[in-house]
Nanobody, 133 residues
Framework: QVQLVESGGGLVQPGESLRLSCVAS????????IGWFRQAPGKDDEGISC????????????YYSATVEGRFTISRDDAKNTVFLQMTDLQPEDTAVYYC??????????????????????WGQGTQVTVSS
């Protein structure tokens, strides 16, 4: 069964950190571009970080939105079929449901993030991140 499962969300105070995980089953993540997206209440999906495949067929580059660049870091562990999002200096405006998605690497990471293509690839069910004092 093809599946993506996010974990690691929670309630934190401003300035604190969280690390989200996205574990794949039923397929190998290294052949896919991976993106982290978030949706705040009443808002559209926002692509915050996307990374190209790591199987040698692409440059493996990554992209960050301006809202998270310098604070968030995307990384892969192909041996664990997992992608991570390390989030630091979290702020109340980072409160959202965070989703990971995997698509064949036909889009650049920036294009993938900007499109937030729910109709493509595989998407997880999301994990809630709440930043509040």
């Amino acid at each position: 069964q093809v599946q993506l499962v996010e974990s690691g969300g929670g309630l934190v105070q401003p300035g604190e950190s969280l690390r989200l995980s996205c574990v794949a089953s039923g397929f190998s993540l290294k052949h896919y571009a991976i993106g982290w997206f978030r949706q705040a209440p009443g808002k559209d999906d926002e692509g915050i970080s996307c990374i190209n495949s790591s199987d040698g067929t692409t440059d493996g580059s990554s992209y960050y939105s301006a809202t998270v660049e310098g604070r968030f870091t995307i990384s892969r562990d192909d041996a664990k079929n997992t992608v991570f999002l390390q989030m630091t200096d979290l702020q109340p405006e980072d409160t959202a449901v965070y989703y990971c998605a995997a698509v064949p690497p036909s889009l650049t990471p920036q294009r993938f993030c900007n499109m937030a293509p729910r109709h493509l690839g595989h998407w997880g069910q999301g994990t809630q991140v709440t930043v509040s004092s």
